[in-house]
């Protein structure tokens, strides 16, 4: 097909964003409502739009790859790791001379020379060693982590960018967050307005703790090679002791993991299971949850045609969450997660914390990390007492550790707190100080 091939002022050859124009300069049944076609949304997302892009691992490389081939110039990405030689067989803008280097790096090199035009800006980076301004400067940012860590502190950077006057959102502050995740044949990609729709902690009891089997499963039922490796890793090891009394397992000593593979063996032997391998052995010890290509190609592909969708405003964003699984055959379904009243990242209201006056502050701490909608890691609690900042427990600094862990076995009562204080809890799962209000029960 011919299409006028002039793109203004870039020097494109003709007919380039042919793929690109199709959807832009023609109206079609699935075009969002309000859209206009013209060639305006084109030149916009060549010459203006500002992309952040938060990894270049596996979905990364996919969503630069796929960003840059739909016409965005202006991307910058951000990640802290190095490449290793275990990447290369999904994170293709990687090669073996490359092992070592930063994969932000190699990855903007990468499409820097392969993409005329494209503008690719590296961040070998952690996402927490950036700051507002930085990321207030973009249109949009996309996530392609592994870590539930950095997404939520990811959202609650964009959540703290917003602009209230009198209570009311102002839109204007607004940065959509398109988030992909993946987990061997399972992923999800979902389109976050923060302020506005779910936020990533709005749904936390999404991301379930560690999954675990049964004890009674593992030590008297077992039906998988994973429950024959489980036997051995928690109940045979620690009773056997196979290299000393002190000596842990350790996932990455391959004498280890022989041991625990060759009991594992007789164990599924002695309950007829199949399928206990070395490697097998070594992926439950560590935890491993084998990298899927295709997986991670079909999440990045949604999230960058979100992107596409939200920067063009000529098609309606996904709304909001979409879950994909090919683990048998090949399976979509897309929901509205919902907002949470008492969200507490971006409900605006603190949280309240229902105690006894007679607990420990312990007990709080043990709330806050192990509540699944509150899920923090090693959190860090303040309060203001007669004017005073004073911290009550605080796990990151040593000295302060030290000074403030007799605080833990003292009940709330004894510290001197009363119904209805504010607690500012800080913590690596947001940028921003959480409040909570302790609301004392009888
Ligand atoms: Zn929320």
């Given at each position: 097909m011919?299409?006028?091939?002039?793109?203004?002022?870039?020097?494109?050859?003709?007919?380039?964003?042919?793929?690109?124009?199709?959807?832009?300069?023609r109206?079609?049944?699935?075009?969002?409502p309000?859209f206009?076609?013209?060639?305006?949304?084109?030149?916009?997302?060549?010459?203006?739009c500002?992309?952040?892009?938060?990894?270049?691992?596996?979905?990364?490389?996919?969503?630069?790859?796929?960003?840059?081939?739909?016409g965005?110039?202006?991307?910058?990405?951000?990640?802290?790791?190095?490449?290793?030689?275990?990447?290369?067989?999904?994170?293709?803008?990687f090669?073996?001379?490359?092992?070592?280097?930063?994969?932000?790096?190699?990855?903007?090199?990468?499409?820097?020379?392969r993409?005329?035009?494209?503008?690719?800006?590296?961040?070998?980076?952690k996402?927490?060693?950036?700051?507002e301004?930085?990321?207030?400067?973009f249109?949009?940012i996309?996530?392609?982590?592994?870590?539930?860590?950095?997404?939520?502190?990811?959202?609650?950077m964009?959540?703290?960018?917003?602009?209230?006057?009198?209570g009311?959102?102002?839109?204007s502050?607004?940065?959509?967050?398109?988030?992909?995740g993946?987990?061997?044949f399972?992923?999800?990609a979902?389109?976050?307005f923060?302020?506005?729709?779910a936020?990533i902690?709005?749904?936390l009891?999404?991301?379930?703790?560690?999954?675990?089997?049964?004890m009674c499963?593992?030590?008297?039922m077992?039906?998988?090679?994973?429950?024959?490796?489980?036997?051995v890793?928690i109940?045979?090891?620690?009773?056997?002791m196979?290299?000393g009394?002190d000596?842990?397992?350790?996932?990455?000593?391959?004498?280890?993991?022989?041991w625990?593979?060759?009991?594992s063996?007789?164990r599924?032997?002695?309950?007829?299971?199949?399928?206990?391998t070395?490697?097998?052995?070594?992926?439950?010890?560590?935890r491993?949850i084998?990298?899927?290509?295709?997986?991670n190609a079909a999440?990045?592909?949604?999230?960058?045609?979100?992107?596409?969708?939200?920067?063009?405003s000529?098609y309606?964003?996904?709304?909001?969450?979409?879950?994909?699984?090919?683990?048998?055959?090949?399976?979509?379904?897309?929901?509205?997660?919902e907002?949470?009243?008492?969200?507490?990242?971006?409900?605006?209201?603190p949280?309240?914390?229902?105690?006894?006056?007679?607990?420990?502050?312990?007990?709080?701490?043990?709330?806050?990390?192990?509540?699944?909608?509150?899920?923090?890691?090693?959190?860090?609690i303040?309060?203001?007492?007669?004017?005073?900042?004073?911290?009550?427990?605080?796990?990151s600094?040593?000295s302060?550790?030290?000074?403030?862990r007799?605080n833990?076995?003292?009940?709330?009562?004894e510290?001197?707190?009363?119904?209805?204080?504010?607690?500012?809890?800080?913590?690596?799962?947001?940028?921003?100080?959480?409040?909570?209000?302790l609301?004392?029960?009888?």
């Amino acid at each position: 097909m011919l299409v006028d091939g002039d793109t203004g002022s870039t020097s494109d050859w003709d007919d380039r964003w042919n793929h690109i124009k199709k959807f832009l300069e023609r109206s079609g049944p699935f075009m969002h409502p309000d859209f206009e076609p013209s060639t305006e949304s084109l030149q916009f997302m060549l010459e203006t739009c500002k992309i952040l892009v938060i990894g270049a691992g596996g979905l990364g490389c996919e969503l630069l790859k796929n960003l840059a081939l739909s016409g965005f110039r202006n991307i910058h990405v951000v990640d802290m790791d190095t490449i290793d030689v275990s990447n290369l067989n999904r994170q293709f803008l990687f090669r073996a001379k490359d092992v070592g280097r930063p994969k932000a790096d190699v990855a903007a090199d990468f499409i820097n020379s392969r993409v005329p035009g494209c503008c690719v800006i590296p961040y070998f980076k952690k996402i927490q060693d950036l700051d507002e301004t930085f990321y207030r400067q973009f249109h949009i940012i996309v996530c392609g982590l592994d870590s539930i860590v950095a997404r939520r502190w990811m959202n609650g950077m964009l959540l703290s960018l917003l602009v209230y006057e009198d209570g009311v959102l102002d839109p204007s502050s607004i940065i959509p967050l398109i988030d992909g995740g993946t987990e061997g044949f399972k992923g999800n990609a979902r389109v976050i307005f923060p302020g506005m729709t779910a936020c990533i902690d709005c749904t936390l009891e999404l991301y379930p703790p560690q999954i675990n089997f049964p004890m009674c499963t593992i030590a008297s039922m077992p039906r998988l090679p994973e429950h024959c490796i489980e036997y051995v890793r928690i109940l045979l090891w620690p009773k056997e002791m196979p290299f000393g009394d002190d000596v842990s397992l350790d996932g990455d000593d391959p004498e280890h993991i022989q041991w625990v593979y060759q009991k594992s063996l007789e164990r599924a032997a002695e309950f007829s299971i199949t399928g206990v391998t070395y490697r097998l052995t070594q992926g439950v010890v560590k935890r491993i949850i084998p990298a899927v290509a295709s997986t991670n190609a079909a999440i990045a592909a949604a999230c960058a045609t979100e992107v596409f969708k939200i920067a063009s405003s000529a098609y309606l964003p996904l709304n909001n969450y979409m879950v994909f699984n090919d683990v048998d055959g090949l399976y979509t379904y897309t929901f509205e997660a919902e907002r949470k009243e008492n969200c507490s990242a971006c409900s605006q209201v603190p949280s309240d914390l229902h105690f006894s006056p007679s607990s420990k502050l312990q007990e709080v701490l043990d709330y806050l990390t192990e509540s699944t909608s509150i899920q923090m890691k090693s959190p860090a609690i303040t309060t203001t007492m007669d004017g005073k900042n004073k911290t009550l427990y605080l796990q990151s600094v040593a000295s302060i550790e030290q000074r403030t862990r007799p605080n833990l076995a003292k009940t709330l009562k004894e510290l001197g707190l009363a119904d209805g204080q504010e607690l500012a809890v800080a913590d690596v799962t947001t940028p921003q100080t959480v409040l909570f209000k302790l609301c004392f029960t009888s």
